[in-house]
């Protein structure tokens, strides 16, 4: 079971609200599936992202995917270490290796999401 | 193979060693007039080698690769077929190697006569009148095909029709041709039994279409045999269809394109016609389309004339998509080597690419799970069974064990609609008995992934060097020796 | 059948153990409808004898140029390469491999491809470069894409000097990305780039040497480029390096080039290769395969082809190329002969190459005074641009009295250039002679004096 404490969107990102801002990440099963990362593209600080669209890219060896927003908002703060200490997104997905805050409008910003349970289904249907 | 490291070149380069040398060359002499600025002060640190010692070090690296000329190479869809030696003979000869391309044409007449019949024999065997050799392999052919379909939507005003649909089996190169093209990709699905699911098609056709490209026989090496109603639904959404055929040796001789509706397509000439694959090129990707396309062919094209063969260019010609005229001196293989088969060899080409496969495919499918287990064409895909899986045992583990057993692995983790597929495409030019040592290593496999043996992982064990460590070679890269 | 080992009773063997009675059978998933019905209108088979006479007799009617005093250029040239390349070439382990996916079984061609693209960085003068396109003009239209992606600019500027052949494929691939090509025109044989090159434009493109022979001022790309933050690509005649400094050395982002004079025959125009070469920065932007090295499970040295999420195969319509091979084959030709020709060598061959284009200047505008150096003023390499004062007319009397005279020479620019009536270009190498010079100037002297008495 992955944390309860935050939402998740289809395509394996995570959304953790604390005020008007939203933490994103990539979940441990987007990761695994991947396999060894080698790199991680990030926006800068200032960009718009809406949800569903890619804001980043993650690349294995073999293997290139899109990182997808799970909200509406403006990005305020980037995990500007990351790309350098892939490490911590490897083994840390869901603390160290955050991806990017996004200032949203309020709690709604989540609505809509997934939540951990839900979320368990679409890792079970995909395994 | 040769287990024994070689230096890199610039690790046995040693001052003042000489290979290649002239006479007469004076650094002063041919100094006057240039600009300081444009002047350099030392030469290009190359290597400094005698010639025995390249001799020894090229040698030896050859004798760390696997190839036709040594080992079974069933790589599917890239059609590792025996590269026959007359043609590179002929290829060596001076009437042709030495030719400049911008010779007139009343001096190339023999290549001239070359390219023409090649035109008018691939015209003959894909029933598409109009023929292109100009594009240098086939992922440049697709792209010039897209280009030709792109003026002819000009043409037809239909500018706005800007999506091209792919079913999700196609090679990448299929998707990546058309971003190039200015077009739109839509993915079509494949449907249970491997083949374009029509409903899906039905489902995406309308005004906003530009065409379909479908790879037929398609990457699972099944025959889509609902292709002439899919070229007829395309077609009357006012779309045209571009065929990839990269595995028209399945099909040479026995059914042509033009005749179900096709209205482009390229063929690898480096695939289908047995030039020699030459550790990733060249190749040569002629495109043959429809006559009402012709005129918008890339330049040149081959004509003749009443004084003889002249290079013209099309009225409405897309233009150019490399220098002169093609990949002449592979074009001059595959042109020795259709006149070496004639009709019946070609079409003999295909009766056995398919048996072999078929063959493999029959011998392989108690022992693999084949997920489209009807008769295939020239290749089958298969993939580990899922107690396999559970022992822990990946496709990648199968094609490291094969090399330990001195086979060349086939095409793995493609077609990516199959998860963990393994292609083999055995080609006509291969034995019963070879194909019986490889279904017995095969089933050797399968029995060691069964019981979860050790030696899947840790494969292969007798080759220069073992599995490579490829997340370093991205995060640490050195791409070069002088820049460390 | 040729090619085929399988016997009539292998085959009939191999069906009945699958259960099949006929080949036939097994092309049942192909509707009997759209089946051919006879046999193709394809000539019968001919043996290995019958064919190797027939290609003989085919090849009968070619002149080939390289076989005989060579003066042609524009772009290919006459070039001598050791007798080791066309044999290491020919050895089926290299011949008959294909891309090396799997590295264990592929050290081979991997290795060389590393020294490869090691050299040809070390010639253009940059950090990286990739394992070879498929030739100069494809490469240079591979580069104007690359630097629009990494700029985001929708605009390039091309000298007019960039050959002819290799201007138009970038009006091709460009055309259809939207990305408008705008030619900065020649002025006395040196480009002028005017005021074209603005914030607009994402890359500045010149050829060195250009099209005429004449040496191009690299300085001048380089501060049009800064001025405009777009990226300078230079498209090199890569023996040119033996003499003149490296492009990348002189601040080039990107070089590319045909790599032919480099130990390709001439081909009738190809297969060649092209080279690719830039900045490790813009790794992850660089079209075509790339080898790196890396370490196998033992700690060995190992090499691997590398960034394949760069490629089509994986990043689909996303790719920064749709260009799945290398020139693999032509391009070991390339490696092996920069390995052959050495620091040493390469000078030769660059000074040998331009001494011989002074004499050849020297002695055809001595033998007569209806031909002069077209840009005079200029520097060239190991080509030069000519002036008839008679005209395209007068050029071409001088081909053919150089064809009746077994001379293989004149590339007539008009045809590309339609204001430069009379213009044409001659190349030498260092398989130029002395009395290939001698001889071409008689002609010349002969030729033109008609004319003056005409």
């Given amino acids: ?127 | ?484 | 059948m040729p090619y085929i080992p399988n016997s009539d009773a292998d085959r009939a063997a191999m069906l009945t153990e699958i259960g099949f009675n006929s080949v036939d059978e097994l092309f049942a998933p192909i509707p009997k409808d759209i089946q051919v019905k006879g046999p193709m209108a394809i000539e019968p088979g001919l043996t290995e004898l019958d064919l190797r006479e027939h290609m003989a007799e085919l090849a009968s009617w070619n002149r080939p140029a390289g076989t005989r005093p060579c003066f042609l250029g524009g772009g290919t040239y006459n070039h001598d390469w050791p007798a080791l390349v066309d044999h290491l070439q020919s050895r089926t382990e290299f011949l008959t491999a294909y891309t090396p996916y799997q590295p264990e079984c592929s050290q081979g061609t991997l290795q060389w491809i590393y020294e490869f693209q090691s050299m040809i960085a070390e010639l253009a003068g940059c950090e990286i470069a990739n394992a070879s396109m498929y030739d100069g003009a494809s490469a240079g239209a591979e580069a104007v894409l690359m630097a629009s992606n990494i700029k985001r600019r929708k605009k390039v500027v091309v000298s007019a000097g960039l050959h002819p052949d290799a201007r138009h494929t970038i009006q091709t691939y460009l055309k259809h990305v939207e990305i408008e090509v705008v030619e900065a025109p020649l002025v006395d044989g040196v480009t002028d780039w005017g005021d074209l090159v603005d914030k607009d434009c994402a890359a500045v493109l010149v050829q060195q040497p250009n099209f005429f022979g004449v040496i191009e001022d690299l300085d001048q790309l380089t501060a049009q480029a800064k001025q405009a933050d777009a990226l300078s690509i230079c498209s090199l005649y890569p023996v040119s390096t033996g003499l003149l400094r490296s492009p990348g050395k002189a601040g080039v982002d990107i070089v590319v080039g045909d790599g032919q004079s480099l130990g390709v025959p001439m081909g009738y125009g190809g297969p060649h290769f092209g080279f690719f070469a830039t900045s490790q920065k813009y790794v992850r932007q660089l079209p075509g395969r790339l080898v790196g090295e890396s370490l196998d499970t033992e700690g060995r040295r190992a090499y691997t082809l590398t960034f394949a999420t760069r490629e089509q195969h994986i990043r689909r319509e996303k790719a920064t190329s749709n260009i799945c091979t290398n020139n693999a084959l032509i391009a070991l030709r390339g490696c092996i002969h920069m390995a052959a020709l050495g620091p040493q060598g390469i000078e030769e061959v660059a000074c040998l190459s331009r001494q011989n284009a002074l004499a050849l200047s020297e002695a055809l505008t001595s033998a007569s005074d209806s031909v002069q150096l077209a840009f005079p003023e200029r520097a060239f390499f190991n080509e030069v641009a000519f002036r008839a004062t008679g005209g395209d007319a007068a050029v071409l009397r001088f081909k053919n009295a150089l064809a009746a005279a077994g001379i293989a020479g004149v590339i007539s620019v008009s045809q590309w250039y339609a204001d430069m009536d009379g213009v044409f270009t001659l190349a030498c190498t260092e398989k130029t002679r002395p009395q290939h010079i001698e001889r071409l100037a008689q002609v010349a002297a002969e030729t033109f004096q008609m004319e003056v008495a005409l």
């Fill in chain 1, 1 to 127: 079971m992955r944390p309860s404490d935050r939402s998740y969107l289809d395509s394996h990102e995570w959304a953790q609200l604390d005020g008007d801002v939203v933490t994103v990440g990539i979940t441990d099963f987007a990761i695994e599936q991947l396999g060894e990362l080698v790199y991680l593209d990030l926006p800068s600080t200032g960009t718009a992202v809406s949800r569903g669209n890619s804001f980043g890219e993650v690349e294995s060896v073999k293997a290139v995917s899109d990182v997808n927003s799970p909200v509406d908002g403006e990005i305020v703060e980037v995990n500007e270490a990351l790309p350098d200490s892939l490490d911590s997104l490897q083994n840390d997905p869901f603390a160290g290796g955050w991806l990017i805050k996004v200032k949203v409008s309020g709690a709604a910003a989540l609505d809509g999401l997934k939540d951990a349970a839900a979320y368990e289904d679409i890792v079970a249907s995909e395994s």
């Fill in chain 2, 1 to 484: 193979m040769n287990l024994t490291p070689v230096p890199l070149l610039f690790e046995d380069s040693r001052p003042g060693r000489r290979c290649t040398q002239f006479a007469g060359a004076d650094r002063a002499a041919a100094s006057v007039g240039l600009p300081t600025s444009e002047l350099r002060d030392t030469p290009p640190a190359l290597p400094e080698m005698a010639e025995q010692d390249l001799l020894r070090h090229f040698t030896r690296l050859s004798q760390k690769n696997y190839a036709i000329s040594t080992q079974f190479y069933p790589l599917g869809s890239c059609t590792m077929k025996y590269n026959p030696q007359v043609n590179e003979a002929i290829a060596m000869q001076p009437g042709w190697a030495h030719l400049h391309p911008l010779q007139d044409a009343g001096e190339v007449q023999g290549a001239l006569k070359v390219m023409h019949q090649l035109q008018a024999d691939l015209a003959e065997c894909t029933g598409l009148s109009a023929v292109t050799l100009h594009p240098a392999a086939g992922a440049q052919g697709e792209l010039t095909a897209l280009m030709v379909l792109r003026a002819w939507l000009a043409d037809q005003d239909q500018p706005d029709r800007r999506t091209v649909l792919i079913p999700d089996s196609a090679h990448g190169t299929n998707p990546a041709s058309c971003t190039l093209a200015g077009f739109e990709v839509q993915s079509l699905k494949t449907g249970p039994d491997g083949l374009t699911d029509m409903e899906d098609l039905k489902s995406k056709l309308g005004p906003h279409i530009a065409g379909l490209m479908v790879t037929n026989p398609n990457t699972i090496g099944l025959f889509e045999e609902n292709i002439a109603e899919i070229c007829r639904l395309v077609h009357e959404a006012g779309g045209r269809v571009y065929m990839d055929g990269a595995n028209f040796n399945a099909i040479m001789g026995v059914a042509k394109p033009g005749d179900f509706g096709i209205d482009m397509m390229h063929l690898n000439l480096h695939k289908t016609f047995s030039t020699p694959h030459g550790g990733g090129g060249p190749g040569a990707g002629p495109i043959c389309v429809t006559e009402d396309l012709r005129k918008y062919l890339p330049a040149p094209q081959v004509v003749e004339q009443a004084d003889g063969y002249a290079l013209e260019v099309p009225s409405h010609s897309i233009g150019r998509v490399r220098g002169y005229h093609g990949n002449f001196m592979v074009l001059l293989r595959a042109y020795a080597y259709i006149k070496r088969l004639g009709a019946e060899g070609l079409r003999r080409v295909a009766e056995n690419a398919v048996l072999n496969a078929n063959y493999l495919r029959v011998k392989l499918r108690g022992h693999w799970r084949v997920p489209f287990d009807g008769i295939c064409m020239h290749e089958f895909v298969a993939r580990p069974t899922k107690e396999m899986k559970a022992q822990g045992v990946h496709t990648l583990d199968i094609a490291k064990r094969l090399i330990e057993l001195n086979f060349h692995p086939p095409t793995v983790y493609f077609p990516l609609v199959v998860s963990e597929a393994i292609m083999a495409e055995p080609t006509e030019t291969e034995s019963k008995e070879t194909l019986d040592t490889y279904v017995e290593a095969m089933i050797q496999i399968a029995e060691e992934a069964l019981r979860g043996d050790e030696a899947l992982h840790l494969a292969p064990r007798n080759t220069p060097v073992s599995r490579v460590d490829e997340a370093r070679a991205v995060k640490d890269p050195k791409l070069c020796f002088v820049c460390g």
